[in-house]
């Protein structure tokens, strides 16, 4: 028989361009670094009054009972790797959830691994579900507050950044990242190249089109494409790339090997290629390549 659902803060913790950190540091390093970010991070929780659920390649997934728990184990978590060379994403949200055997299961799980998959490095976001439990002592530290899609929600989900340096910053506290973007953030840019074809995504041109149809942006002319397969869209100072399509989009990072995103988003960061329905390793292959500018 199955135990009843319950309420928990779902905590996740993922380490960013650990891929890059293999092909930058080789095997043996990268392993120790990770290892060690892990230690770090299974500290930081059970110190805090979490509980380590599992860990899965390089990132943690912890609970907690309380908001307050799990904000003070995000913080000790990003301040522990303050001395490190790598740095975390972390995102936290409180739902119902099925205890099962020292682990948990439901949709809460997901929704906070969106999130942190929504975080930047060095960053902790929360849900508004979460956010709402924490203690008067805590709300300074809120600084932001947007709005996210995830698979299975109805509607957007609504998001708030927290600060985890040692001073809160409460005068930031009602700034989205819709204002960010057009100051602190209005020099960034997309490049997006097909060929002759160059455009820029950023903050006066916020969806770039792909696909094989010609009213796309970016029109591609292989079999594999679909008619309208893909956006780029600049949301919350980030670049998301949202596939719409059959076959899917790889994707290749600088030197790394392409993946596919099928029906889901991806941010784009630093530069690469994209590839509509087919890898870019096939022959005669159309790549869409992208590098992020910073004016």
């Known amino acids: 028989m199955s135990a009843e659902p319950r309420p928990l803060i779902i905590l996740f913790a993922d380490i960013g361009g650990s891929a890059a950190l293999y092909n930058r540091e080789g095997d043996a390093r990268a392993h120790q670094l990770v290892a060690d970010s892990l230690a770090r991070m299974r500290k930081a929780v059970t110190d805090n009054q979490g509980t380590v659920l599992r860990t899965v390649g390089d990132s943690v997934l912890a609970s907690f009972e309380h908001s307050d728990q799990a904000f003070l184990g995000a913080r000790d978590i990003q301040r522990a790797h303050v001395p490190t060379p790598l ?31 929504f975080s930047r490095v060095d ?51 009602l700034a989205s990242r819709s204002d960010l973007e057009k100051t602190a953030l209005s020099g960034l840019r997309l490049q997006i190249r097909h060929g002759n074809r160059i455009i820029y995504g950023g903050v006066d041109r916020d969806e770039v089109s792909l696909g094989r149809a010609s009213d796309n942006d970016i029109a591609v002319t292989n079999d594999e494409a679909s008619r309208h397969h893909a956006r780029i869209r600049f949301r919350h100072g980030q670049f998301l790339l949202k596939d719409e399509s059959t076959n899917g989009t790889f994707v290749r990072k600088d030197s790394l090997l392409p ?13 690469g290629v994209l590839c509509l329905g087919a890898s870019p390793e096939q022959v005669g292959a159309e790549l869409i390549e992208f590098e992020l500018l910073q004016d």
């Open 259 to 271: 993946f596919l995103v099928r029906r889901d988003s991806i941010v784009l960061d630093g530069r």
């Open 123 to 173: 960053e902790i976001m929360a849900t508004a579900a979460a956010v709402e439990q924490l203690s008067d002592c805590y709300q300074p530290y809120l600084s932001g507050a947007d709005s996210i899609e995830v698979k299975g929600v109805s509607g957007a989900l609504s998001v708030h950044r927290l600060q985890w340096q040692d001073q809160p910053v409460a005068v930031t506290r």
């Open 87 to 117: 740095q975390v994403r972390i995102g936290f949200h409180r739902g119902f959830v099925i205890p099962d055997d020292g682990d948990v299961y439901g949709h809460a799980v997901n929704i906070a691994a969106r999130v942190a998959e």
